[in-house]
C-alpha cells in the first residue's frame, strides 16, 4: 500500500480560521452560506407558521389560500425575515399526489404525482420533503432550501445544502 492508498484525516486547528488573525477573508463557500443564510432565516419557526403550512392539505379553496399567503407574507415581513417564494411540503391527500407547493406570489396551490415534474427552484426541495424528516422546505428566490423539522427547528445550510 502507498502512501496515497490509505485514508485521509484532516486536521484543523483549533481557534480561528488560518489567516484569520491577519484579517483574512473567510472562503468562498463561507461567505456565499452567509449571503443566502441570513441570521432572520435561521430563526426556529413559531408553531403557527408550521400549523398554517400543515394546512394546506385541508382542501382550501382559492380565497382562504390567499388569505394563509397573505397571513404568511405579513409574518415574514412583521419580523424582518426574509420572505420565502413558497414552501413544499409532503401531501397526505392520497394517491396519486406525494407533496405539493404554496408560492406566496400569487397563493399558488398545486399537488404533485411522483412523475411531475415541479417548477424551478421549488423542485430542488422535493427529495428533502419525501425524505420524511422535515415539516417542509421554505424556498427562496436565490435558490436557498431551508428544510424545517416538525418542532420549527431550520436545518443550518451551507451553500444551499443542508449539512
Given at each position: ?35 443566502l443564510?441570513?441570521?432572520g ?17 385541508a ?15 405579513e ?38 404525482a ?20 422535515y ?20 436545518v443550518?445550510t451551507?451553500?444551499?445544502a443542508?449539512?
Open positions: 500500500m502507498s502512501h496515497s492508498d490509505g485514508p485521509r484525516r484532516v486536521v484543523r486547528p483549533e481557534g480561528p480560521a488560518r489567516g484569520a488573525a491577519f484579517g483574512a477573508r473567510p472562503a468562498t463557500g463561507e461567505r456565499r452560506a452567509a449571503r443564510a441570513p441570521a432565516r435561521e430563526q426556529a419557526r413559531p408553531p403557527e407558521v408550521l400549523r398554517a403550512v400543515r394546512s394546506l392539505d382542501g382550501l379553496d382559492a380565497p382562504a389560500r390567499a388569505q394563509l399567503a397573505a397571513w404568511l407574507r409574518h415574514y415581513e412583521s419580523r424582518n425575515e426574509p420572505l420565502p417564494l413558497g414552501f413544499v411540503a409532503a401531501c397526505h391527500l392520497g394517491p396519486p399526489y406525494v407533496d405539493h407547493r404554496l408560492s406566496l406570489i400569487g397563493a399558488i396551490l398545486e399537488h404533485y411522483p412523475d411531475e415534474a415541479m417548477p424551478e427552484p421549488f423542485s430542488g426541495a422535493r427529495m428533502l420533503v419525501r425524505a420524511g424528516a415539516a417542509y422546505v421554505e424556498v427562496y428566490d436565490n435558490g436557498l432550501l431551508l428544510p424545517v423539522h416538525d418542532d420549527g427547528r431550520i443550518r451551507r451553500g444551499g443542508p449539512q
